[in-house]
């Protein structure tokens, strides 16, 4: 029986990658300490999550409530299942920018050493395996905001004849800006990942994600912002806009779209590969145009205030290229339309 390593099991990520899994028969060894909604007093979830895995799975999900800093007791997991465990997702993060501020040396701890850590055990233990790293566009720093962007009422953009229209590329300079903490330490890691398949011949692969929404999201304040958006709807309370006036874009990818791009990878790797992964320009909105867009695709009233509140090192505009990862793996496109999201989580979140 195949067997795939996810951690950070409970989170959105990790979750949907594991129900799929688990869905196609696999046995699926779930890592995660519930630390999201403990940092980041994020809607909680993740209770009702292992119990939902648990008792649907009884015989093929086996779940680890390790914090991915306990290094030895890690290991110790790897090493019991060792060459049987063809997928390892290291989804396990801390993950927001303003946590970043407040707490560098944890934030560091779990997402650069924590992954160091964790490479060396499967660089001992499962070296045959595929493993997928779920990185961050905050690795390109705010360089992006030097681009001269159009404004509009609702958003920035920028003019249709610029190179970078349809989204950022690979290409784009890690260097030479504000990454905030958060996204240093994810690129530390990011670079490990790429390094772990150059030096050490592991199948590695990275993907640089945009923003990822769908149901089982934890919405919070600080992080997964579409999520605690909707929240805030169905609340009937009002939405905080933080910087940008609320102009800024974003593109929106659905996680299981996420995890379709992670198993075209598992089935024929590309080792050392770096992917940006996001919604794309059809997939893209600002802040105020998704407040205006769940109004009318949820039928429903939204208040939204701004007090000027700038988040450092906060992107004004990101829509992501995926012509790398489509050309690598052409059968891939994402399913789930922006409105698909929406209606998917306005349905589902609590
Ligand atoms: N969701 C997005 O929009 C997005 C965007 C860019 C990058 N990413 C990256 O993708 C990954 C997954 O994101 P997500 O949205 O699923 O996040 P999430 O917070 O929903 O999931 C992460 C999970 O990891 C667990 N975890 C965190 N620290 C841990 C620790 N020390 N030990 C054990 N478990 C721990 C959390 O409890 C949580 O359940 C992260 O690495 C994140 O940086 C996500």
């Not at 944890?106 to 050493?113: E, G, K, M, Q």
């Not at 924590?114 to 490479?119: A, F, G, M, P, R």
């Not at 953009?157 to 690979?170: A, Q």
């Not at 940006?276 to 009318?296: D, F, H, P, W």
Request: aromatic residues 12%.
């Amino acid at each position: 029986m195949k067997q795939v390593l996810i951690t950070g099991s409970l989170g959105l990520i990790g979750y949907t990658t594991a129900l799929y899994y688990l869905k196609k028969n696999y046995r699926v060894i779930g890592i995660d300490n519930d630390f999201r909604t403990k940092s980041l007093h994020s809607v909680p979830l993740s209770n009702q999550k292992l119990k939902f895995l648990q008792q649907n799975f009884p015989s093929l999900y086996t779940h680890f409530n390790i914090d991915i800093q306990h290094h030895a007791e890690i290991a110790n997991v790897l090493h019991k299942y060792n060459d049987r465990i063809s997928l390892i997702v290291h989804t396990a993060a801390q993950t927001s920018h303003d946590w970043s501020k407040l707490h560098p040396v944890t934030d560091y701890s779990i997402n650069a050493i924590s992954t160091l850590h964790l490479l060396e055990s499967v660089r001992e233990y499962n070296p045959g395996a595929v493993f997928l790293f779920t990185s961050t566009n905050k690795v390109y720093g705010d360089l992006v905001n030097t681009l001269e962007f159009d404004e509009s009422d609702l958003r920035y953009d920028l003019p249709r004849s610029h190179h970078l229209y349809d989204g950022i590329t690979e290409q784009f300079s890690l260097d030479q800006s504000t990454h905030s903490i958060f996204g240093a330490s994810k690129l530390a890691a990011d670079i490990l990942v790429q390094e772990y398949a150059h030096y050490y011949g592991l199948q590695t692969g990275v993907f640089r994600l945009g923003v990822v929404a769908g149901p089982g999201q934890s919405g919070a304040f600080l992080q997964g912002f579409l999520a605690y958006m909707i929240h805030k709807i169905k609340q009937k309370e009002i939405f905080k806009i933080v910087g940008y006036h609320g102009k800024q874009v974003r593109d929106i990818i659905h996680a299981e779209d996420v995890v379709l791009a992670f198993d075209a990878f598992f089935s024929a790797p590309k080792p050392g590969s770096v992917y940006n992964m996001g919604g794309g320009r059809a997939n893209s909105a600002s802040i105020r145009e998704l407040l205006q867009k769940i109004e009318v695709l949820c039928n429903t009233k939204t208040t939204a205030s701004y007090d000027g509140t700038v988040r450092q090192g906060d992107h004004k505009w990101w829509i992501t290229d995926t012509s790398k990862f489509k050309k690598d793996y052409p059968n891939w496109r994402p399913m789930y339309t922006l409105d698909d999201i929406i209606t998917a989580l306005y349905n589902q979140t609590t």
